[in-house]
C-alpha cells in the first residue's frame, strides 16, 4: 500500500506547480459535470447515473475536494434521487463525503474543451472511492471515474446505498449532457482565490 501511494505521489509530482511540489498536500477536486456543447463546456452541476442488478437506479449530483493520503480532509457531497426498475421515483435527498478509501490517477491531461471549474491543464482523469452519507441515515461508497480517452476505464459514477449497490454505470451519451465527470488538482493558491 505505502508503495502504491509513493508511486502516485511521485507520478503526480511532475504534473503540479512548484508550491505542490515542494511539500504542501496534494489536493485533488472531484465534479459530476454539466456539459454544453459548441464549444464544449465543463460546469460544476451535472448528474449521473448508475443501475442495480434488477434495473433500479441511482442518479446522483455533486462536487468535492480530498487530499492524498489524509483521510480526515474529504470535503463535499451532492443530492441523490433512486428509482425503481420501471422508474418510479422511491426516495430523495442529500449526501455527504464522510471519508476517503483511494485515488488513482490517470494518464489522460484534459484540453480542447472551456472548463468554468478550474483551469482545464489541471483536469486529469483517475478513479476515487470515496466513502459517504445519505440523508436518510444509510451509507455507501461512492466511486467516481474519469477518462479522456477510450480504454478499459469508464466515465461516469458506481454507488453503494445500504445493502444496494449500483454497480452498472450509465455512460455518457455523444452530445447529451450526463454522465460525466472531472478531478482537477488544485493548488493552495486556487484554494485562496
Not at 500500500?1 to 509513493?6: A, L
Not at 505521489?9 to 506547480?17: D, E, G, M, Q, R
Not at 485533488?28 to 463546456?41: C, E, G, K, Q, Y
Given at each position: 500500500?505505502?508503495?502504491?501511494?509513493?508511486l502516485?505521489?511521485?507520478?503526480?509530482?511532475?504534473?503540479?506547480?512548484?508550491s505542490?511540489?515542494?511539500?504542501?498536500?496534494?489536493t485533488?477536486?472531484?465534479?459530476?459535470?454539466?456539459?454544453?456543447?459548441?464549444?464544449?463546456?465543463f460546469?460544476?452541476?451535472?448528474?449521473?447515473?448508475?443501475?442495480?442488478?434488477?434495473?433500479?437506479?441511482?442518479?446522483?449530483?455533486?462536487?468535492?475536494t480530498?487530499?492524498?493520503?489524509?483521510?480526515?480532509?474529504?470535503?463535499?457531497?451532492?443530492?441523490w434521487?433512486?428509482?425503481?426498475?420501471?422508474?418510479?421515483?422511491?426516495?430523495?435527498?442529500?449526501?455527504?463525503?464522510?471519508?476517503?478509501?483511494?485515488?488513482d490517477?490517470?494518464?489522460?491531461?484534459?484540453?480542447?474543451?472551456?472548463?468554468?471549474i478550474?483551469?482545464?491543464?489541471?483536469?486529469?482523469?483517475?478513479?476515487?472511492?470515496?466513502?459517504?452519507?445519505?440523508?436518510?441515515?444509510?451509507r455507501?461508497?461512492?466511486?467516481?471515474?474519469?477518462?479522456?480517452?477510450?480504454?478499459?476505464?469508464?466515465?461516469?459514477?458506481?454507488?453503494?446505498?445500504?445493502?444496494v449497490?449500483?454497480?452498472?454505470?450509465?455512460?455518457?451519451?455523444?452530445?447529451?449532457?450526463?454522465?460525466?465527470t472531472?478531478?482537477?488538482?488544485?493548488?493552495?493558491?486556487d484554494?485562496?482565490?
Open positions: 500500500m505505502k508503495r502504491r501511494w509513493f502516485t505521489v511521485a507520478f503526480l509530482l511532475p504534473l503540479l506547480t512548484g505542490t511540489a515542494r511539500g504542501d498536500e496534494v485533488v477536486r472531484w465534479d459530476i459535470v454539466h456539459v454544453t456543447f459548441a464549444p464544449l463546456t460546469a460544476a452541476g451535472g448528474s449521473a447515473s448508475a443501475k442495480a442488478e434488477d434495473g433500479s437506479q441511482i442518479t446522483l449530483t455533486g462536487s468535492g480530498f487530499q492524498l493520503g489524509e483521510d480526515s480532509e474529504v470535503t463535499g457531497g451532492g443530492t434521487e433512486t428509482f425503481s426498475p420501471s422508474k418510479v421515483a422511491t426516495g430523495t435527498g442529500t449526501f455527504v463525503a464522510t471519508g476517503f478509501i483511494k485515488f490517477v490517470g494518464p489522460g491531461i484534459g484540453g480542447g474543451a472551456i472548463d468554468l478550474g483551469p482545464i491543464a489541471d483536469s486529469h482523469d483517475g478513479l476515487a472511492f470515496l466513502r459517504i452519507r445519505y440523508s436518510d441515515g444509510s455507501g461508497v461512492l466511486v467516481v471515474s474519469c477518462r479522456f480517452n477510450p480504454g478499459a476505464v469508464f466515465e461516469g459514477i458506481t454507488a453503494s446505498k445500504g445493502f449497490d449500483y454497480w452498472s454505470h450509465v455512460g455518457p451519451v455523444p452530445g447529451v449532457d450526463g454522465g460525466r472531472l478531478f482537477h488538482f488544485v493548488s493552495s493558491e484554494e485562496q482565490r
